[in-house]
T-cell receptor, first 107, second 113 residues
Framework: QQPVQSPQAVILREGEDAVINCSSS?????VHWYRQKHGEAPVFLMI?????EQKGHEKISASFNEKKQQSSLYLTASQLSYSGTYFC????????FGQGTILTVHP | NAGVTQTPKFRILKIGQSMTLQCTQD?????MYWYRQDPGMGLKLIYY???????DKGEVPNGYNVSRSTTEDFPLRLELAAPSQTSVYFC????????????FGPGTRLTVT
């Protein structure tokens, strides 16, 4: 069963912050985050391997709560280049992707 | 390194035709994957392989077949194409060590009419 992401879409102005959530109904031992620009392939952002550990990539960070099987992606001081669709992938065996969150950043 | 390459980039098939989507990686990764992505949707795993000669089904394997005779190549075969197989197909690879980061190819856009 695939992870569930929320919200489905986010619209921001440059410099604003956003949070994307990912929730799984089954136990995971890692969560992956990818970003996909329109018409391009997904690109790896980060992996969360331990409960509660935060990782960072530029001004993007994430956390993973093992007990709740939830992960959140934090985008700080958003830039135009952050626009795209963000996918979380839960690994409880094979990697299963959520449905994606469309992030649009306007000037 | 070229990374993960896929051919063709675009293809139009008639219902009932067959074709093979090619995927090659030059990173010496053991793990390789095939995904399909329908418009506005996430990635669905079709098949994956953990090494040459070893393949296994993913979430949506029906209508597809794979083989893995070398570490570098992981072709996906579509038999008797159906309109429901219209999608963008991505091949990816990863190493079993480290972060399991998946490297994706540029994708093949397939239309079945």
């Amino acid at each position: 069963q695939q992870p569930v992401q929320s919200p489905q879409a986010v619209i921001l102005r440059e410099g604003e912050d956003a949070v994307i959530n990912c929730s799984s109904s089954k136990a995971l031992y890692s969560v992956h985050w990818y970003r996909q620009k329109h018409g391009e392939a997904p690109v790896f952002l980060m992996i969360l391997l331990k409960g509660g550990e935060q990782k960072g990539h530029e001004k993007i960070s994430a956390s993973f709560n093992e007990k709740k099987q939830q992960s959140s992606l934090y985008l700080t001081a958003s830039q135009l280049s952050y626009s795209g669709t963000y996918f979380c992938g839960g690994r409880g065996g094979k990697l299963t992707f959520g449905q994606g969150t469309i992030l649009t950043v306007h000037p | 390194n070229a990374g993960v390459t896929q051919t063709p980039k675009f293809r139009i098939l008639k219902i009932g035709q067959s074709m093979t989507l090619q995927c090659t990686q030059d990173m010496n990764h053991n793990y390789m994957y095939w995904y399909r992505q329908d418009p506005g949707m996430g990635l669905k795993l079709i098949y994956y392989s953990v090494g040459a000669g070893i393949t296994d089904k993913g979430e949506v394997p029906n209508g597809y077949n794979v083989s893995r005779s070398t570490t570098e190549d992981f072709p996906l075969r579509l038999e008797l194409a159906a309109p429901s197989q219209t999608s963008v197909y991505f091949c990816a690879s990863s190493s079993p060590s480290g972060t399991y980061e998946q490297y994706f190819g540029p994708g093949t856009r397939l239309t079945v009419t």
